[in-house]
Nanobody, 123 residues
Framework: QVQLVESGGGLVQAGGFLRLSCAAS????????MGWFRQAPGKEREFVAV????????YYADSVKGRFTISRDNAKNSVSLQMNSLKPEDTAVYYC????????????????WGQGTQVTVSS
């Protein structure tokens, strides 16, 4: 079993930055691919970024490429999302997700989810 808890969300002005963290429990955390997704009101949950179990591969949605950076620290059982140059359209609830064979842009491919953390970007 893997339990995920997000933190770091909040209110920030456009052009600002936030760093989201996801704390995970489980002896085999290092074996899981980890992803970040977000969901804005009235919209479907969308892919943001993913990192492989080893951290050697990453992939980003075009909308955040060059602004967001995903990273993981397996020794600390955590994954982070550094968000820079934030825009109002980044406003959403952000979720971290895990799966043994994920490394996918599709939410349905992930088995474990956190409860989410709100990110609000004002103009």
């Amino acid at each position: 079993q893997v339990q995920l808890v997000e933190s770091g969300g909040g209110l920030v002005q456009a052009g600002g930055f936030l760093r989201l963290s996801c704390a995970a429990s489980g002896r085999t955390f290092s074996s899981y691919d980890m992803g970040w997704f977000r969901q804005a009101p009235g919209k479907e949950r969308e892919f943001v970024a993913v990192i492989s179990w080893s951290g050697s591969r990453t992939y980003y949605a075009d909308s955040v490429k060059g602004r967001f950076t995903i990273s993981r620290d397996n020794a600390k059982n955590s994954v982070s999302l550094q968000m820079n140059s934030l825009k109002p359209e980044d406003t959403a609830v952000y979720y971290c997700a895990a799966d043994l064979s994920g490394y996918s842009t599709k939410a349905d491919d992930y088995s474990y989810w956190g409860q989410g953390t709100q990110v609000t970007v004002s103009s």
